[in-house]
């Protein structure tokens, strides 16, 4: 049986899911938060159902009932990263984390073993553990490999942060990519330095990459390219302000700025986001307050929890007014 706790969120994540497709939707909307933690680490919303993390397992719950489809363990089981499109999904798990049931492994695979970052698939097809590739040579590291916190999913590909083992400054770092239907991993492209966090976000066939400029409270910034996964081209590049991206629609991004209370390099001493709509050329058209964390933000919508409160509120008004 669910975690009450567990199931209480996913009712969230699928009411807010439901109210983000509603064209009448209002400016805002709020109900009580059931349980504490990032609604980004405990469900994602795909066109076949949703997939959840249930204190170890991961679920599928789609109009078939629901399916399990894999085992997350470790000290981080309790907050996986997860990412997903409309159509596909992918969990971060970290290396030996991820146990995948047998009948679940496609022909000729072998269940993973410490070689395993991810966990991933397209459902209702099954989620299985993506093994790494062979270590990847260039821009001053012998050993790229795919891995980090920067990872999104676009439509059906898993495009992720490059890590190298190595201690020492890199010229260039490579950007990750592998379809979740199966296949290799190769690099999409390959970035200037090896700027850590690097800043990902998907919309569709649109992958954003923020790569930090300057890394001092008074200066923040990065500079943005979004990028096609489908014909390898780069349809804009702008700075903004150093921070979290998300795509509200094809053409609009959500950025959430951390704010400081001290002036330090950026890092975990900050107090909330201030949010802003940008287009995806670099202009920016409208503030939108402020979130304890970033907000999931789809379809001109933003969801976020402040106070024990999820809200879902619409970036269109904010658009329009500008």
Sequence with gaps: MLRNQRWRSLMIAVLASAMISLACLGDALAFPALQSGSLAQTAAIVRSGVVWFDDGPVFLKGVAGSTLLGTVRGEDRRS?????????VAVRVGEGNVRVREEHLRLGEEP???????????????????????????GGCEGW????????????????????????????????????RGGRWRVLRWLPGDSEPMMLA?????????????RTFSSAEMHVSILNVRNLRTQAR???????????????LVLSVATH??????????????????????????ALGSAEEPPLVSDMHMVS????????????AAHRGQ
């Design 80 to 88: 996986p990263r997860i990412a997903s499109s409309a159509s596909a």
């Design 305 to 316: 929890e402040e106070n024990q409160t999820v809200s879902v509120r619409s970036v269109t």
């Design 145 to 180: 490999v795919p891995g980090g916190e920067a990872f999104v999913v676009a439509e059906d590909d898993l495009v992720a942060a490059g890590e190298c083992e190595e201690d020492e400054p890199q010229e260039r770092q490579p950007l990750f990519v592998r379809s979740l």
């Design 202 to 214: 998907a919309e569709g066939d649109l992958v954003a990459v923020g790569l930090a400029i300057s």
């Design 238 to 252: 702008f700075d903004v302000p150093y921070g979290h991206l998300a795509f509200a629609s094809r053409d609009r």
């Design 112 to 138: 993973a073993g410490e070689e395993t970052e991810f966990l991933g698939g397209v459902p209702p097809g099954p989620v299985v553990a993506i093994a790494q590739p062979k270590p990847v040579g260039g």
């Design 261 to 286: 209370n001290q002036d330090s390099q950026i890092g975990p001493s900050s107090t909330g986001y201030s949010l802003a709509l940008y287009s995806t050329r670099g202009r920016r058209f409208a």
